[in-house]
């Protein structure tokens, strides 16, 4: 058998699953995803072995420089990130039902109904890079939402991604889920081919570098959901409590820098320049970070062991202990950097004054528009969303962090009693009651 016809066949036999898991209830899901975490605690060993071997492999990978250090990193799986992932899914198994919610409900005419209602999206195709934990998020989350999905992982994470993919698979077919709901793809031709595969797959996501986000835009018909870049700011207003802002940006930038919401460049209202900078530029150097200042402030503070920032700096997600800094001469100067070089992904503002945050949050073009907090808290799991798929950072439903709510859609349903569409039109029409329904 030809590689692209077994994973155009895949997709046929996961499109047919979707129509099995539909026949399942809440609890059927949830129970599902319950003997899921379950068995990734009991198969702790076995899934921390495989990802060693990957650590080991993707050593020698970091060294000639074909492995990004931030990739490195997100590889690593220990017992806390296993402990985590089980969390996750029970956190997801809890939520409330998003299937069959509804979200409209109109009485057109007596006995003629409409109803807009929740359901699956259908087959699921995701693409990422280097976090094994992804797989098990992805997974979680379109099993709970009723979808079926194809994995595709990264080379670098091949026997941490197989590994995964048994524990789960296995636990949901024990669990009475159909078992073609869930597939895992291995090779970039797979991936090639799913990107192919309009008709079969539903929604593509891609997880990773901008790289990966764009090179799936352009190579597919399918609708795609992610987001390419994670360039998140931090602005420190006139009137911010410099502790907050100290302890904002340092977790924002050293709590996890190859994460696509940490920091990547820091703005500061010149009137807190001198009280502030100093004192934040000591603490990220202390944490090993690369300071990259603009010149001028640079010399006018004294500052010592800063790099001079480019212009190329304010368009640069670095993943890495690195941070740009720039000093705005106002509010609006902050929110027109933000707009220009940002991503649209999370950015923050420092400030006691809620006049400078109202306007901040109206102007700022984000998903995440954050008033005293850290952009780190754009994720699904701190959102309590359980988990999330990925990022979006479209403008189009859904935007952030998705979780359930962005893995389902609608259809309408019309209930009648042998009326037609001729009754309302016309010299004699009966007028329509376009009356609210309200559900007890």
């Keep these: 058998m030809a590689q692209n016809e077994k994973v155009i066949k895949a997709a046929r036999r996961a499109k047919r699953a979707v129509v099995d898991l539909a026949r399942l ?6 129970g599902a995803l319950v003997a899921i975490a379950h068995k990734i605690t009991e198969s702790e060993a076995e899934i921390l072995a495989a990802n060693a071997a990957d650590m080991d492999a993707a050593r020698a ?9 931030a990739a490195y990193q997100r590889l690593k799986l220990d017992h806390a990130k296993v402990r985590e992932m089980a969390r996750g899914v029970d956190q997801v198994a809890i939520l409330e039902d998003p299937l069959g919610q509804i979200t409209l409900a109109t009485e057109l005419d007596h006995e003629l109904t409409l109803h807009r209602v929740t359901c699956p999206i259908g087959v699921i195709g995701v693409i990422f890079e280097s976090r094994p934990d992804a797989l098990v998020q992805i997974a979680s989350l379109c099993l709970k939402t009723g979808n079926a999905v194809l994995l595709k992982g990264g080379q670098e994470a091949e026997h941490s991604n197989r590994a995964l993919f048994s524990v789960i698979h296995d636990a949901a077919v024990a669990a009475g889920l159909p078992g073609d709901a869930l597939v895992l793809l291995e090779s970039r031709a ?10 079969s797959v539903d929604l593509i996501v891609p997880r990773g570098s901008n790289a990966l986000v764009r090179y799936v835009q352009e190579h597919t018909h399918i609708p795609v959901l992610g987001h390419a870049e994670g360039i998140c700011h931090v602005y420190v207003d006139a009137d911010a409590d410099l502790e907050k802002a100290l302890a904002i940006v340092m977790d924002a930038k050293t709590g996890y820098p190859s994460a696509c919401n940490a920091v990547e460049t820091l703005l500061v209202h010149r009137d807190a320049v001198p009280r502030f900078l100093p004192g934040v530029v000591s603490a990220l150097q202390a944490q090993g970070v690369e300071v990259r200042l603009e010149a001028d402030a640079a010399r006018g503070l004294r500052l010592d062991q800063v790099v001079e920032a480019t212009q190329d700096d304010w368009s640069t997600e670095y993943c890495d202990l690195i941070l740009s800094i720039r000093v705005v001469p106002s509010l609006d100067a902050a929110i027109e950097h ?11 503002i420092v400030t006691e004054d809620p006049a400078a945050w109202e306007r901040f949050f109206a102007a700022v073009d984000s998903a995440g528009v954050y008033w005293n907090a850290s952009t780190r808290f754009a994720d ?13 950072t479209g403008k189009l439903h859904p935007r952030g962090p998705v979780g ?5 859609t609608y259809k309408y349903k019309l209930v009648g009693t042998g009326q037609t569409a001729a009754t309302y039109s016309g010299p004699n029409a009966t007028t329509f009651l376009h009356r609210a329904i309200v559900e007890k």
């Design 61 to 69: 990978l970091l060294e000639t420089g074909a492995l990004s250090v």
């Design 25 to 30: 209830g809440p609890e059927e899901r949830n």
């Design 338 to 348: 933000i707009n220009r070089y940002g991503s649209h992904h999370t950015d923050a």
């Design 404 to 408: 359930l709510e962005g893995l389902v």
């Design 380 to 392: 699904g799991f701190r959102y309590g969303f359980g988990a999330e798929v990925g990022i979006s």
């Design 190 to 199: 797979d991936a090639a081919e799913m990107l192919q595969a309009e008709g």
